[in-house]
């Protein structure tokens, strides 16, 4: 998901294509590491703030791959120098390293890692759809996208809303009362074949599929 400067994307640390440099979301210039001082002058923020207004997680180095791993090898150096043996934490501070990581954990990196952005879940559900010709539930295979649903926006049919999908109701043993958005609620036999096929044609009509090419029909 873009930045609202336009900068970047929400979780995620850019680079260039040879990984020499990464990009300040706040400016937009092109460092080796993105320092304090930097930050600073550019938008008044410390690096742990930087990193929580665009989302990256609270450890993730401001630095291209390529200086990480110049500082790795120089850091493994030292240690093989000084034979540093790391200490075994306390069971005090390995508690608050886990409320930490815990903190952290549904930040915007975390999702676009987990498969869990708004816009990789809007991904998997259009695919979903136009494989099966139907929407995702609990009973044909769609058991996953209807759990990362319900994780995201608390209920399945809070998800499709928000996506701009009908929602859904069971109405009797074989029957669906369906909401398009901007209609009124029908009723479906899921046991008659040209409904359940008139209401996927009614789907992948909305605007919802428009950036897909539908070759499905």
């Known amino acids: 998901m873009p930045n609202d400067n336009g900068i970047g994307f929400r979780g995620v640390l850019l680079q260039d294509d040879r990984h020499l440099k990464v990009q300040c979301s706040s400016c937009g210039q092109w460092f080796y590491a993105i320092g304090s001082a ?3 002058k550019c938008c008044g923020l410390t690096s742990l703030q930087y990193k929580e207004k665009y989302g990256l997680y609270k450890g993730q180095g401001l630095v291209s791959d390529t200086f990480s791993q110049k500082l790795a090898k120089a850091g493994i150096r030292a240690l093989r120098y000084r034979r540093l043996i790391a200490p075994k934490l306390t069971s005090a501070k390995a508690s608050h390293m886990r409320t930490s990581t815990t903190k952290w954990r549904y930040s915007p990196q975390w999702e676009n890692d987990n498969g869990t952005c708004p816009e990789q879940i809007k991904d998997r559900l259009k695919k ?18 209807v759990r990362l649903l319900q994780r995201r926006f608390e209920t399945v049919n809070d998800g499709f ?25 029908y009723k479906i036999d899921l046991l008659d074949e040209k409904e359940r096929e008139d209401y ?3 789907i992948i009509a909305l605007p919802f599929f428009n950036e897909v090419e539908l070759s499905h029909n």
């Open 161 to 185: 809303w928000y996506y701009g999908l009908p929602i859904r109701k069971k109405a009797g043993r074989y029957g669906m009362m369906v909401t398009f958005p901007g209609e009124e609620p």
């Open 200 to 202: 996927y044609n009614k």
């Open 128 to 145: 979903f759809i136009l494989d099966n010709k139907e929407m995702p539930t609990p009973l044909n295979k769609g058991g996953a996208i």
């Open 38 to 40: 930097h930050l600073m």
